[in-house]
């Protein structure tokens, strides 16, 4: 099974700053399509889950700019550019790549 | 609207059964492989299983936990995926999410249900 690891687990921040989650996969996460289905999701506390971003940069229907994804192969990188206080909760990444499709360990941010 | 409306949890014993439903509106449903996912309590997500949709002949996956106990199904005319679980351990306690399949990643809409296997 493809292993997602995430850095840090835990990242307080303060409101307006930028944040930054890296993932790391064991293998490469480029399909034999091409394509590198590597993507980011949101729970907030008490909440489902939330795709933000899919195939490592494109941005979800009505998920704001301040979202980026970027990254290649095994290693990704998800960017708030400016925390805002809705931003709370632990973010995931995920692949689908190859099945079983698994999900990093989550990385929790709050406000400092 | 999209909607995905997760129902069918509840407690149940080990080596008991649930079936879990999925009601979906809001979007071309045939066009769609369905995933289920699971979150224990406090814990990460965990991708349980998909179904694919009929175009691509209804081609199943599941993760080997769950391999041999739980299989998942779909009835387009309503609209709905299911999640039959048999054999449930204590380890399978989680609330259960089912999310659609969008652009090579899952996109949830529901609440998801809770399963709790304890005696």
């Known amino acids: 099974d493809v292993v997602m690891t995430q850095t840090p687990l835990s990242s307080p921040v303060t409101l307006g700053q930028p944040a930054s989650i890296s993932c790391r996969s064991s293998?490469?996460?480029?399909?034999?399509?091409?394509?590198?289905?590597l993507s980011w999701l949101q729970q907030r506390p008490g909440q489902p889950p939330r795709l933000l971003i899919y195939k490592i940069s494109n941005r979800f229907s009505g998920v704001p700019d301040r979202f980026s994804g970027s990254g290649a192969g095994t290693d990704f990188t998800l960017q708030i550019s400016r925390v805002e206080a809705e931003d709370v909760g632990v973010y995931y990444c995920?692949?689908?790549?190859?099945?079983?499709?698994?999900f990093g360990p989550g990385t929790k941010v709050d406000i400092k | 609207e999209v909607q995905l409306v997760e129902s069918g949890g509840g407690l149940v014993q080990p080596g008991g059964s649930l079936r879990l439903s999925c009601a979906a509106s809001g979007f071309t449903f045939t066009d769609h492989n369905m995933n289920w996912v699971r979150q224990a309590p406090g814990k990460g997500l965990e991708w349980v299983g998909r179904i694919k949709n009929k175009v691509n002949s209804y081609t199943i996956e599941y993760v080997a936990s769950v391999k041999g106990r739980f299989t998942i199904s779909r009835d387009d005319s309503k609209n709905s995926v299911y999640l039959q679980m048999n054999s449930l351990k204590t380890e399978d306690t989680a609330v259960y999410y089912c999310a659609r399949e969008v652009s090579g990643s899952l996109d949830f809409r529901g609440q998801g249900t809770l399963v709790t296997v304890s005696s």
């Open positions: 293998q490469s996460l480029v399909h034999s399509n091409g394509n590198t289905y």
């Open positions: 995920m692949q689908a790549t190859q099945f079983p499709f698994t």
